[in-house]
């Protein structure tokens, strides 16, 4: 059986919700990455922060990125996978609240992302289709 442990992406870091919008992208640059999984100060996820959210929800508003934090973007009742998961119940999470990148945890402690590539090498045609179905669908 497949687990999200074999399909998610090695290495993911947390950023702080304190550490600011312009130290994100650094990271992201850095780690060559799109999100990053935003902690609090006992490591527990607040949310994810995306290179699209940095653009759209600061920059495009005229917010300075230096003075903005990670925090700041994080909406909503974070999700994630415990490391044990089956690919069904990863795909579940995903598709039921439409989102493209799930943080996988181990023992409360951050050990990978899935993201949609991670998906789409480990999935049929089909079900890559009907995945993204779910998730891009304008509406339910």
Not at 122 to 136: G, K, P, T, W
């Amino acid at each position: 059986m497949t687990m999200a442990r074999d399909i998610m992406h090695e290495g993911a870091q947390w950023i702080s919700r304190t550490e600011t919008l312009d130290r994100a992208a650094q990271l992201m640059l850095r780690l060559d990455v799109g999100s990053l999984p935003v902690a609090d100060a006992n490591e527990r996820l607040c949310g994810i922060v995306t290179d699209r959210d940095i653009v759209t929800k600061c920059v495009a508003l005229g917010h300075d990125p230096a003075q903005v934090t990670a925090g700041d973007l994080c909406e909503g009742t974070p999700r994630w996978i415990d490391a044990e998961a089956d690919i069904g119940e990863v795909l579940h999470e995903m598709q039921e609240h439409r989102i493209r990148r799930l943080p996988v945890i181990d023992h409360k402690r951050l050990v990978g992302m899935i993201s949609e590539a991670d998906l789409a090498r480990h999935l049929s045609d089909e079900q890559m289709a009907a995945f993204a179905e779910s998730v891009y669908a304008a509406s339910r």
